[in-house]
Nanobody
Framework: QVQLAESGGGLVQAGGSLRLSCAAS????????RAWIRQGPGKAREFVAA????????LYGDSVKGRFTISRDNAKNTMYLQMDSLKPEDTAVYYC?????????????????WGQGTQVIVFS
């Protein structure tokens, strides 16, 4: 099994920045794809960004392109999401998710492992 734990959420003014972290433990995740998925109030889960752990290839959802950056630290087995130019519509619980495949997916239902989530609130 893989355990994922997010951190770094909080309250921020529109236009500001936050950095989320996702630490993994348990089974080796070097072959896993990992993603950030968010769920806003009253909304369905939405794909934010994903990274292929083996080669670092990334994929972004349209709503965050150019504002968010996903990255990884192999030595720490940790994934990050740098969020800049935040908007009130970015308010959501952000989840770290993983799947035991190398290739990323934009569908939240294709991820098998989930963290507990971290709340991000952006106020105007």
């Amino acid at each position: 099994q893989v355990q994922l734990a997010e951190s770094g959420g909080g309250l921020v003014q529109a236009g500001g920045s936050l950095r989320l972290s996702c630490a993994a433990s348990g089974r080796p995740v070097s072959r896993y794809a990992r993603a950030w998925i968010r769920q806003g109030p009253g909304k369905a889960r939405e794909f934010v960004a994903a990274i292929q752990w083996s080669d670092g290839n990334t994929l972004y959802g349209d709503s965050v392109k150019g504002r968010f950056t996903i990255s990884r630290d192999n030595a720490k087995n940790t994934m990050y999401l740098q969020m800049d130019s935040l908007k009130p519509e970015d308010t959501a619980v952000y989840y770290c998710a993983g799947r035991p495949l190398m290739v990323v997916s934009t569908s939240p239902t294709n991820y098998d492992y989930w963290g507990q989530g971290t709340q991000v609130i952006v106020f105007s």
